[in-house]
């Protein structure tokens, strides 16, 4: 049901597990890299034992890269240091409600409001998301902003007006989803990565299977979904 759009049921009734609020949250900012070198520390951090909770880089006021630890204090702290110790650099501490702020300015895409006409969202491997946004800015595509999450795996475009579907997607080993865009745009190119054929006929008998009158939310993930 997750990620199906409405296409598929009708939940009148969900139960949801907490978890405990960390006691102490920190985030350690890298500052002044460049795409790929913001990646390479983001995927290089990723495989060390320091438990890392969050990885985003986003490229504006010089580029802010940022690393969240989460834990009893004690924990944090012999992290962060391990942490500086093994990358260096520039780097800046944000803790408590400033670390809060920077990670909730990443989830609601904060530094690419305001941005160009449209927003897509890219799906794609961790260590390739530098190389993509590279790419599609080489192949011309007026990127008006762009901003990193899960360690460059998650990559947001924020792009002016045309249509840019095809461009983004021709030989993207990963997924491209247009999440904002004038209504005309969206009528002319698919919203969501097309599937391919064996993916798309699967889709359609699941999709058959829930809803076989199709009266929830039909078309709405593509054509027969």
Sequence with gaps: MAGSHGTLGVMSEITVKVLPRPETEETVVFRGLDDAAAVALMTGASGLPAEVSGFAHAPDEGGRTGLRLE?????????????????GGEAELLAGTASCAFWEDVRDVRPLAGRGEQLWRLSVAPADGAAVAARLAEAGLPIAGRLFDWAGGLLWLALEGGRHGAAIREGLAGHATCVRAPEAVRAAEPVFHPQP?????????????????????????GEGL
Excluded: H, Y
């Design 71 to 87: 834990g009893p204090a004690v924990s944090v702290a012999s992290r962060r240091e391990a942490l500086l110790a093994r990358f």
């Design 197 to 221: 054929p064996a993916l798309a006929a699967l889709s359609r008998r699941v999709k058959e299977s829930f809803d076989p009158k199709r009266i929830l939310n039909p078309g709405r993930m």
